[in-house]
């Protein structure tokens, strides 16, 4: 917790704070009040955001209102055009009456929490570690360091969740076609460092098979289920290839996203830096070349490239869900990979409510769907791991 917000922090100091993360730590600040009374009105003070002889933070129930008044101020003339039904609104109304020091609408608003029979924490470093031989290592269950010495190579697992190939022996390494595949169950997610030195974030309910030869091979080949962030490392004479069901994806070195889950209409790849090529597996003859800040949207009309806020599709990797005008049909199946639950609608109408918002993943279940509830349009009963949704 005092890692992401001391992130925030910095990033309001920078003058570089996006505005999902303005609402994230309003978001924040109403959800725990109690630590942001002490620990995290320390860590502003600390970073120069608010001074102990400021004469309207005296009295420490005024504090807020200065802090919250300085993040928000900027953006104050945003806030006349009405956007759609969101969270963002809700929690930009919420803003405001904090600064109002309305400690009354904060009660009500917690006196509506939902009461969840069962409540689910959120996922985790989890993952499946699938040898060229066929052995499976939970690497969850194993403990840092070393895992295993295979082709040449030697596979250890990190305290913080990698997973790191280092080339022992360049003569001792395969020439064959031998991979190992990764894969991460619902609400599970792992990071791995590859052979050639490219860093892959493999999110929930995905899979990355990969060679282990890759020094020895043209073309660096990797097959792609679910998703997965990339920094490919450059090799200009080993073009680096992403295989999914639905396209091709080619890069020399660069930073982008693909998410191609089965249960999705659309496989989505949104580039950060450098430059890559799309193609349609079905139509080699289809394809598109990103620059920096598209993504481009296969479908079985073919491929459009559009212009996009990257961080809403990375908001996984940094640990919170980001939407923008997302229907909730599309936003709960990404929870239910995340938190590893079936979701049943009782109203078929829930499924087109649209949502603009922050919402960390490392919440609880039950504070997810609250900030969800709030907007009035729906509400959830969870019975066991199955989420039951209706429209209000």
Same mark, same amino acid.
């Given at each position: ?208 098979? #990969? ?7 043209? @073309?660096?080949? !990797?097959?792609? +289920?679910? $998703?997965?962030?990339? *920094? =490919? ?122 949502? #603009? ?7 609880? @279940?039950?504070? !997810?769907?609250? +900030?969800? $509830?709030?907007?009035? *349009? =729906? ?14």
């Amino acid at each position: 917790m005092e890692e992401r917000v001391l992130f925030l922090i910095n990033k309001f100091q920078s003058g570089q704070m996006l505005e999902a993360e303005k609402t994230e730590l309003l978001l924040f600040i109403e959800d725990h009040p109690d630590a942001v009374s002490e620990e995290i009105f320390n860590l502003l003070m600390a970073h120069d955001l608010v001074h102990t002889n400021d004469d309207e933070i005296n009295i420490s129930h005024h504090k807020w209102d200065s802090i919250l008044q300085k993040i928000v101020s900027v953006d104050q003339l945003k806030y006349q055009q009405k956007p759609p039904i969101s969270l963002y609104y809700k929690w930009a109304a919420a803003a405001v009456l904090i600064l109002a020091l309305t400690s009354i609408f904060i009660y009500k608003i917690r006196e509506k929490s939902p009461v969840f029979t069962t409540d689910i924490a959120p996922g985790g470093n989890k993952a499946i570690l699938t040898l060229a031989s066929g052995k499976k290592i939970s690497l969850s269950d194993v403990a840092n360091g070393d895992v295993i010495k295979e082709a040449g190579l030697s596979i250890s697992k990190t305290a913080d969740g990698h997973l790191v190939y280092h080339v022992m022996n360049e003569d001792q390494s395969t020439g064959g076609n031998e991979t190992n595949t990764i894969t991460t169950p619902n609400g599970g997610e792992w990071q791995i460092h590859l052979p050639d030195g490219s860093d892959i974030w493999l999110n929930a309910a995905s899979s990355l098979e #990969y060679p282990l030869n890759m020094s020895k091979t043209s @073309i660096r080949s !990797v097959r792609l +289920k679910g $998703e997965a962030y990339f *920094e =490919v490392a450059k090799d200009s004479a080993h073009p680096f290839v992403v295989e999914t069901e639905k396209q091709k994806l080619e890069v020399l070195g660069t930073h982008f996203n693909i998410n191609s889950y089965a249960d999705e209409r659309t496989t989505r790849t949104t580039l950060l830096e450098g430059s890559v090529r799309i193609s349609s597996r079905t139509n080699l003859a289809e394809y598109g070349i990103l620059k920096p800040g598209e993504q481009s949207v296969l479908s079985a009309q073919g491929i459009k490239i559009n212009t996009v806020d990257t961080d809403e599709s990375v908001a996984w990797k940094k640990g919170y869900f980001m939407f923008n005008n997302e229907k909730q049909e599309s936003i709960l199946r990404k929870i239910s990979r995340w938190y590893n639950i079936k979701v049943e609608y009782a109203d078929e109408e829930a499924k087109d409510v649209m949502y #603009y918002g922050t919402v960390s993943r490392f919440d609880k @279940i039950s504070q !997810v769907l609250h +900030k969800f $509830e709030q907007t009035g *349009e =729906v509400r959830f009963e969870m019975q066991g791991n199955k989420l039951i949704v209706y429209k209000d």
